[in-house]
């Protein structure tokens, strides 16, 4: 049974390009969630989707940053126009659809991006 | 106030020591506690869930302790293989982990 799979691992971009994320959950989970962990700091929630819905999208920025979790395909972290200040790790964790809160989330290898 | 803290450490500790970790949150309603193990800032991965009663798993053990709103992690008889950064997390009611910000143990020969 693979586990979370994210790519690309690494990815470098200029300031003012988009970088595009993904992220594959665990085989039978249907909920996703993003994490960003920026250098020097822990990780911090951005947002939560399950399959066509964002369910919590209390720690996404409010300008450039989107997600996307589409019926077929890997769920998408979007970053319009990136900036320096954008370079960090981006972890994604699925967990199974029971919806329980004592549902684990299990984390993918991380997308780490690097703005010039 | 931060709603899940750790103390930073680091922590050096020799070969065979036993150590312990503390984790306080502030959200009185959260739901289920967790400590992850993350290595030199790769993915978390889960170590052990934490429960009311206290769960072990071989030199491993945590506690919950719900009046006092703190989740404990002990390392016994410390190995090489266990230095890495410990990240205490906390679910909350929207499912979301709230994380420390980790702490470092180093074990050394």
């Keep these: ?116 | 106030r931060k709603e899940v803290e750790q103390d930073p450490g680091p922590f050096n500790v020799p070969e065979g020591a036993t150590v312990a970790f503390n984790c306080t949150y502030s959200n009185s309603a959260s739901q289920s506690f967790f400590w992850y193990r993350q290595d030199c800032r790769k993915e978390p991965k889960l170590l052990m869930s934490v429960y009311s009663s206290g769960n072990e798993d071989g030199r491993f053990t945590a506690q919950l302790n719900r009046a006092s709103q703190y989740i404990s992690l002990l390392i016994r008889d410390s190995k090489l293989s266990d230095s890495a950064t410990y990240l205490c997390a906390v679910l909350n009611q929207g499912g979301k982990l709230i994380f420390g910000q980790g702490t470092e143990l180093s074990v050394k020969p």
């Design chain 1, 1 to 116: 049974n693979a586990g979370v799979m994210q790519n690309p691992r690494h990815l470098v971009r200029r300031r003012g390009q988009e970088a595009r994320l993904r992220c594959s959950p665990m085989k039978g989970h249907s909920h996703v969630y993003w994490y960003r962990q920026l250098p020097e700091e822990g990780l911090k929630f951005m947002v939560y989707l399950q399959k066509e819905n964002i369910i919590d999208e209390s720690g996404m920025p409010k300008e450039r940053f989107s997600a996307e979790f589409p019926k077929e395909g890997p769920s998408i972290l979007r970053i319009q126009q990136v900036v320096r200040g954008d370079s960090a790790a981006y972890f994604c964790a699925s967990s199974p659809p029971t919806g329980l809160s004592t549902d684990t989330q299990y984390f993918g290898p991380g997308t780490r991006l690097t703005v010039l």
